[in-house]
């Protein structure tokens, strides 16, 4: 009995994930596209420095677009010169690595229930999917944070200069995808520096301090453009004031099944439902 409900554990840690996977896969092979991917698509129809040029004028960062150029090339050819599957494709991968890394790396760092949850968020919120597959930079965002976060775990608990590069070079990657990437590694760091004072850990902090000094230097020539952009959006940027209201939108908004109440409530109580039973199975184990 017990090898069977080991064996049915397993089962369950690789056959939902990987099935949640080919099943976004799928809406990958549609045409159908919105007006930001199809300036991602007029993005990439461009040479490699008209993508820089042109990028600076916008408010992204451009490695986006430079990667996902250089991926198409590679790919077209296997998907009949489709460029927007091709693109589809692409926003699809990091969502791929992720999985792996979360076999991979989150197991071994948080257990096995933690990377299958991780899975299962990753794969399982609606808007999460729906963004899985656009043709922008948001799952290559999401991964490069993701890469970042378990560099400094590792870092955390071997201290090697090979980890505190790693860090530092999906920092960097972070910020040249998207702003707000950069923003959460930013977060991550004035924590991490907010730690390291508290512990008075102050050889562990200079080596933080050099890998920002090191962030800071591999971003200036793209600073620059950041404040142009800054300068150009900050009259007229499309995203409202924070209210307490704008807030609560925030939290429901990725369980949020194509504006239907009735799916979204499903999912709330199922949350809610796993919430309580994770409290109390752990009361006795922890504060």
Request: charged share 15%; with cysteine.
């Amino acid at each position: 009995m017990d090898k069977i409900i080991n064996n049915l554990k397993k089962a369950i840690y690789y056959i939902i994930p990987i099935g949640l996977f080919i099943w976004c896969s799928q809406m990958i092979f549609n045409d159908s596209i919105w007006l930001d991917e199809a300036f991602s698509l007029s993005m990439i129809s461009q040479g490699f420095i008209d993508i820089i040029k042109n990028t600076a004028i916008d408010v992204h960062p451009p490695l986006y677009y430079i990667i996902l150029k250089s991926f198409t090339w590679g790919i077209n050819f296997f998907l009949k010169d489709n460029i927007i599957w091709a693109s589809k494709c692409f926003s699809m991968l990091p969502i791929l690595l992720l999985i792996i890394i979360s076999y991979k790396d989150i197991s071994k760092i948080f257990g096995k229930r933690t990377a299958f949850l991780f899975n299962i968020f990753i794969l399982g919120m609606p808007q999460i999917i729906k963004y899985a597959i656009e043709i922008r930079m948001y799952s290559l965002g999401l991964l490069f944070v993701t890469l970042f976060y378990i560099s400094y775990i590792k870092w955390d608990k071997e201290n090697t200069n090979k980890n505190l590069c790693k860090m530092t070079i999906y920092a960097a990657l972070s910020a040249y995808t998207h702003y707000f990437a950069g923003v959460s590694v930013g977060c991550i760091y004035i924590i991490v520096l907010i730690e390291l004072l508290i512990k008075k850990d102050y050889r562990r902090l200079k080596n933080i301090i050099y890998s920002l000094v090191f962030l800071f230097v591999s971003y200036l020539p793209w600073l620059v453009v950041l404040g142009k952009q800054i300068f150009v959006v900050k009259e007229s940027y499309w995203i409202e004031n924070i209210t307490s209201d704008t807030i609560k939108e925030f939290l429901k908004y990725p369980y949020i099944v194509n504006s239907s109440s009735i799916l979204t409530n499903i999912i709330k109580i199922l949350l809610l439902i796993t919430l309580i039973i994770i409290v109390l199975k752990r009361k006795d184990k922890y504060n």
